[in-house]
């Protein structure tokens, strides 16, 4: 008897144990997924403690162009895949929603959705970044120094049709009703983390973080509110907005009822994608700097808690420092980056793959004299023409396709230098070193290409995700999943590959002077066009 009872004691003893190891590990095993609507895909990412990617599900969202220059989303499409690739990367990895410890939101910042309050219905689609169609409201708002001036020291921007302001107000003028509803509270605005959030949260959440009210052209960067003066004069009441938080919080819960299963999750952490990209990668102190090549191209950097106003066409935007607390960035904008290379593919024709691209940009050891300016949307920093057009200057018989995929690589590099030239004039210090990630840095021609143009360093991130990863970052940061950001820093995996400039100053310079001598051509046609108009 007294054998038994030892028998059944020690094996009680393992049996006990082996639960406290898998309990132990089951407690260990929790994740944290970022939510990264974009412009042209919803997608959702899981990651580990050691910021590993463990899935990733994604849906490309329909493009919509009522008119030359004006682009629009399905606000209604936006939360269907945003809301579909959620179920299915837990799907994929057989992850269960209680092994998930927050969700962070990043996502296209400019990009605007208006809705009633009551039903949760759009009342018009969603006016994406890129659209143009307040460019003339826009030089209206322009012709007023003073204005102008104002928006600039307020809000860190300049008056242009990318903002969320004209956007709103476009909405209200034009779909009927809809200032009057407004004005009595039936309706409610935002930008996608916004709408994403009150969709997840059934209507109970109404919030933006700071990193995306920055870019409305309505936020004072300074005081960190609502300008009253800005929205009196776009006639937005302040009633439509949402209630403005930091990046790194719990905000509220997406909670999940599956049949008799429920589960609730922390909604943690919100940053537009080019701040999230920016802490993705770490630059996180004054002076770091990440380039994002995605739809657009986006230079930040970080500049600290104190603000910069740029002379030369840049933007002062909100950032976060290590612990997800407001910091300032300055930011240079290249509207049209990955998206010329889809125009070759899909109404160009002239390659079927995007991958095709680097093979057929080494197929040539030059692009014969010929310069692209893809100006489909206008030019941005530091021009900010909303009324240029694209053009293609230097074509002769000898020129082929396999020299316009070349130019067309060439000019997103171009583009970025005319951004880095007067970022380093208004920062008062010059790069040795720029951090870049996005779907184009695949591209090594083009990595080598930008470092020869730059003639700095570039330190491409192998870590694809890092939108995603930097709001990863920020959700977990607020929940404990990391406890600092110096643990982040410790344990996270990062890869990077370097390029280095390799072509002399004379060939650098001559090549970059022919591009400027290209963009002056572009915007000369544009006002000569406009001239035979009148």
């Not at 094996?11 to 898998?22: E, F, S």
């Not at 910021?51 to 209604?76: C, F, L, S």
């Not at 310079?509 to 001598?517: P, R, S």
């Not at 406009?530 to 009148?534: D, F, L, M, N």
């Given at each position: ?37 974009g ?51 837990l ?8 092994q ?35 460019a003339d ?25 990318y ?23 039936e ?10 959030i ?73 940053a ?12 996180v ?23 910069i ?21 300055l930011?240079?904008?290249v ?107 695949v ?64 060939e ?10 290209a ?10 066009s ?5």
């Open positions: 008897m007294c054998v038994f009872f030892i028998i059944y004691s020690i094996r009680y003893a393992i049996i006990l144990h082996v639960i406290v190891i898998v309990m132990i590990l089951l407690k260990k095993k929790k994740y944290i997924v970022a939510l990264d609507q412009t042209s895909a919803s997608r959702a990412i899981i990651f580990d403690y050691y910021a590993n990617v463990i899935g990733i599900a994604r849906k490309e969202i329909t493009q919509i162009y009522p008119k030359p220059g004006w682009v629009e989303h399905d606000p209604m499409e936006i939360w269907n895949t945003q809301y579909d690739v959620f179920f299915e990367v799907r994929k990895t057989g992850i269960c929603c209680n998930i410890s927050g969700i962070g939101v990043t996502n296209q910042r400019e990009t605007i959705v208006v809705w009633n309050k009551k039903d949760g219905k759009p009342i018009y689609n969603a006016i994406v970044w890129q659209c143009r169609r307040t409201f826009c030089n209206e708002l322009i012709s007023d120094t003073k204005l102008e001036k104002y928006v600039k020291r307020v809000t860190g921007l300049v008056i242009d049709p903002f969320s302001g004209t956007k709103i107000k476009w909405i209200l003028d034009f779909v009927c009703d809809s200032r009057t509803r407004a004005y009595h509270g309706l409610l605005c935002g930008t996608i983390d916004s709408w994403i009150w969709k997840m949260t059934n209507g109970k959440i109404h919030i933006t973080d700071y990193t995306n009210a920055s870019r409305t052209m309505l936020f004072n960067i300074h005081t960190l509110k609502w300008d009253d003066q800005l929205l009196s004069i776009l006639d937005i009441p302040v009633s439509m907005l949402p209630r403005v938080c930091s990046s790194s919080e719990i905000y509220g819960s997406f909670d999940i009822f599956e049949g008799c299963f429920s589960c609730t999750i922390p909604i943690s952490g919100i537009g994608d080019q701040q999230a990209a920016l802490y993705g990668q770490l630059c102190f004054p002076g770091m700097s990440n380039i994002t090549y995605g739809t657009g191209c986006f230079l930040l950097t970080n500049i600290g808690v104190h603000t106003q740029s002379k030369y066409g840049l933007l002062t935007t909100i950032a976060c420092g290590a612990k997800g607390e407001l910091n300032y960035a930011e240079g904008t509207f049209i980056g990955g998206s010329i290379i889809q125009w070759l593919r899909d109404e160009m024709k002239l390659i079927s793959d995007i991958v095709d691209i680097e093979y057929f940009a080494r197929k040539v050891k030059d692009t014969h004299g010929v310069y692209v300016v893809p100006a489909f949307s206008g030019l941005a920093t530091p021009f900010w023409d909303p009324h240029v057009r694209g053009s293609i200057f230097g074509i002769t018989r000898g020129v082929n396709i396999y020299h316009i995929i070349r130019a067309t690589l060439e000019a997103i590099a171009f583009q970025i230098r005319d951004v880095v030239e007067v970022m380093q004039v208004d920062y008062g210090k010059s790069f040795k070193l720029i951090r870049v990630a996005g779907g184009m840095v591209s090594d021609f083009l990595m080598q290409c930008q470092s020869d143009i730059l003639n700095i360093n570039i330190e491409k991130s192998l870590v694809g995700e890092v939108s995603a990863l930097g709001v990863a970052y920020l959700s977990g940061l607020s929940v404990g999943f990391w406890k600092s950001f110096e643990e982040i820093c410790t344990n996270s995996v990062f890869l990077r590959c370097k390029f280095s400039p390799s072509v002399q100053y004379i650098r310079e001559y090549h970059y002077n022919c591009w400027k001598n963009v002056i051509c572009t915007r000369l046609w544009k006002n000569l406009a001239k035979r108009k009148q």
